[in-house]
């Protein structure tokens, strides 16, 4: 929505997309990593066609994440009169790609993840999570959760702070509420706040 409605001659706003753009093609290849390093052995031994297949769905993103952010630096780059134009073409490479990724990720979920809860319980499947979490340095997870919590719901938010106020040291949970409420509606802050008796 961003790419979409930013005026297109306005060169730091487009600047700081771009910037966007990169710093979350760093989180996209970073996940497609440990998803390779902590999901994909164990979908290999169940239904190795599946692995295969979603493989290849990798090799695909990782393929056109290049030339997504070629589109952009175009943009950032073009003469005033070629902005508007450049500006659309990124808009489309941006949408073609998200489109594309959201698939894959569907595909995760209704392909993948059925296998895994079928033949491992939920302890299991909680250990490997905390394993790949365990390899995300905190500011980097910190980039991670900035982006996650504004999109889950208050079940989910509430399940995230009751189980760092259960588990967590106490200056992680300090960081993480300084970090909610920077990145939530206060509204939306003080109800996870509420319900988790923070
Ligand atoms: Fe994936």
Redesign the pocket.
Known sequence: MDVGRVDPHDEPAVAALVGRLRALRGMLEE??AH?DRW?EPLLAELRADIAES?KV??AR?DSAIPSLETAFTRWEEAPEDERVAMGRMAYGALSSFVGAYLN??AR?EDEAMPVLQAAMTDEQLLQVSAQLRGAIPPPRMAQYVSIMLPAMNVEERTQMFAGLKANAPREVLDGMCELASGVLASSDWSAVRTRVGL
């Open positions: 996940h497609a998803e999901v979603l769905d990798h993103i894959h990720m995760e």
